[in-house]
Every structure is written in structure tokens, then in C-alpha cells.
């Protein structure tokens, strides 16, 4: 009786962590380059103090989104996607952004303060976040100031 109740508790741990991940599959594929797809209702939170950098929210993989791209590390290197289901491409260098991330953001988050104070952060479905995002880069070019962030390349 006790490995039935041992194993159904281990089935129910399983299957909640399986739902709060879903928002993110992670794949190595044959180039062994990590194939991460970013599901339109995962929610992502825009980082204070940085160059409009979101995260990916209650993921265990640390994924950015900035200007127009999305942006991860792994093992020690970083790779970048236009497309939040895949095409991740390895990077020479760390992201203009990064160093404008709190180096502790991740704790922050998870306490709910930002510099001491509450963080009251709003998580918005990534698809939202990319809509807005397409909107405000249109909105600059049709002001005719052209001073939307520049790719980095």
C-alpha cells in the first residue's frame, strides 16, 4: 500500500512540474545547438532599468527577448532566434543588453523586489509583448525619428 501512495505522489509531482514548464520544450538537436520553442502564452516581464529586456517568466532557463530577438546562454555561449518555436543561431558574444541586466534579477523576481523596493512586475503572454513591441518599432519609423534600437548583428 505504501508504494502505491509512494508512486502516485511521485506521478502527481511529475505531472504538476510538466504543467509549469509548458510554456517552454527544450530539445538538443543534432548540432547539438538547444532548440527552445516559446509557446504564444508563455508570459514574459520586462526587466526595470534595462533597454526594454523581457524574460520569460517561471521558466527554468534563463530566455530573453530584446530588440525584436529572443536570447538565451548555454553552456557558457549564446545563441539567438528570430522566431520563438526554434532557429536558434550560436552567438560570438554576449548581447549588447546583457550588460544592462542585474546580475541578480532572477532572485529579485522571485522575491518581488527590485532595488529594495516591491517589484509589482506584469507578466503579459509573449505574443502580446511581440505585438506591442511591432507596433511601437512602426509608430517610431512613421514619427520619421528612425531611433528604434539598432539589431545587434
Not at 536558434?88 to 523596493?117: D, I, R
Request: net charge positive; glycine share 8%; proline share 5%.
Amino acid at each position: 500500500m505504501k508504494k502505491i501512495i509512494a508512486s502516485m505522489v511521485f506521478a502527481a509531482c511529475v505531472s504538476t512540474a510538466a504543467i509549469a514548464e509548458a510554456d517552454v520544450n527544450i530539445n538538443i538537436n543534432l548540432n547539438g545547438i538547444p532548440d527552445v520553442s516559446i509557446s504564444d502564452n508563455a508570459s514574459v516581464v520586462l526587466i526595470p532599468d534595462t533597454p526594454d529586456v523581457y524574460f520569460v517568466a517561471d521558466s527554468s532557463e534563463d530566455i530573453f527577448f530584446w530588440n525584436g530577438m529572443w536570447w538565451r546562454s548555454w553552456q557558457g555561449k549564446w545563441f539567438k532566434s528570430e522566431n520563438s518555436n526554434g532557429g536558434w543561431q550560436p552567438y560570438n558574444k554576449a548581447p549588447e543588453f546583457y550588460s544592462k541586466v542585474n546580475p541578480h534579477w532572477k532572485q529579485n523576481y522571485k522575491a518581488g523586489k527590485w532595488n529594495g523596493k516591491p517589484w509589482k512586475y506584469k507578466k503579459v503572454p509573449q505574443g502580446q509583448m511581440k505585438k506591442e513591441h511591432s507596433r511601437d518599432k512602426n509608430e517610431q519609423q512613421e514619427k520619421g525619428n528612425g531611433k528604434g534600437h539598432k539589431k545587434d548583428k
